[in-house]
Nanobody, 116 residues
Framework: QVQLVESGGGLAQPGGSLRLSCAAS????????MDWYRQAPGKQRELVAT????????NYADSVKGRFTVSRNNAKNTVYLQMNSLKPEDTAVYLC?????????WGQGTQVTVSS
């Protein structure tokens, strides 16, 4: 069974930065595609960033391109989301997802609030 635990959320001012982490249990991490999603109240869940197993290929939603960077450390079974130049519209619960084969697993999420 895979478990994912997100951390690093909190309150940031507009223009500020936060770094989220998602730690995975189990031995499948190095073969898994990792995604960061976010869900704001009353809105659909949005795919924010994806990183392939090698860590070389990453994709971003247009709304975060140039501001967010996804990375992973396969030795630590951890994926990160560095969020810079934060905007109030980035406020949401951020969740990570691990996909391997036909199976996917979700974390519980971490709240990010951007407000002055």
């Amino acid at each position: 069974q895979v478990q994912l635990v997100e951390s690093g959320g909190g309150l940031a001012q507009p223009g500020g930065s936060l770094r989220l982490s998602c730690a995975a249990s189990g031995s499948f991490f190095t073969m898994a595609v990792m995604d960061w999603y976010r869900q704001a109240p009353g809105k659909q869940r949005e795919l924010v960033a994806t990183i392939r197993p090698s860590g070389i290929i990453a994709n971003y939603a247009d709304s975060v391109k140039g501001r967010f960077t996804v990375s992973r450390n396969n030795a630590k079974n951890t994926v990160y989301l560095q969020m810079n130049s934060l905007k109030p519209e980035d406020t949401a619960v951020y969740l990570c997802r691990l996909t391997i084969g036909a199976n996917d697993y979700w974390g519980q999420g971490t709240q990010v609030t951007v407000s002055s």
